[in-house]
Every structure is written in structure tokens, then in C-alpha cells.
């Protein structure tokens, strides 16, 4: 079991202070990271959250997954790893053209 977990299904209100204070009822928060849209600036509805041991997230996860807050089943699981991307998305023209 890793300490970071993802946090989904937030309030588009939430803070990361918020989300910090929230979680520290389980333990202590190592970190709280809001996912903001670049182009938009608002909130994705999603973080990912830190906690100081394996055990404190998983009572995170016990007692908050699937918890209502502001109206809103929040989910919350370990975070996986982020996979590889794969940047040959295309782009400008490419190979000769003449």
C-alpha cells in the first residue's frame, strides 16, 4: 500500500487547504495537490493527497471513500503511477514534402 492517494469527485470549491484539513483527521498530510486546469484556471474535480504512512491512508481510504462532502461521493483510493506517454501525437507537417 503506498501513502499517496488519489483523491476524485471533489467540489469544484475545494481547496488544497481544504482538502488538508480534511484529511488530517486520519493523520498527518505530507502533501495535498488540487489538479487545476491550465486553461481555465478551475479545479479538474480531482488531488492527490500524502500521507505520512501506509496506515494513516489507508483510514483515509476507509473512512472517506465513498463519504459525501459538499454533496459529492468523494472517491479515494492509492494513487497508481503515471503511465508513459507517448509524445508522437503528430503536430506541424512532417517527413518532405518535395
Not at 480534511?22 to 489538479?35: D, P, R, W
Amino acid at each position: 500500500m503506498g501513502k499517496k492517494l488519489y483523491v476524485g469527485n471533489l467540489p469544484f470549491s475545494e481547496t488544497e487547504e481544504s482538502i488538508t484539513e480534511t484529511f488530517s483527521s486520519c493523520g498527518t498530510v505530507e502533501s495535498a495537490k488540487l489538479i487545476i486546469d491550465r486553461e481555465t484556471g478551475r479545479s479538474k474535480g480531482f488531488a492527490f493527497v500524502e500521507m505520512s504512512s501506509d496506515e494513516e491512508a489507508q483510514e483515509a481510504i476507509s473512512k472517506f471513500d465513498g463519504n459525501d462532502l459538499n454533496g459529492r461521493p468523494m472517491r479515494v483510493n492509492e494513487a497508481k503511477p503515471q503511465e508513459p506517454r507517448n509524445n508522437n501525437r503528430g503536430g506541424f507537417g512532417g517527413g518532405n514534402r518535395y
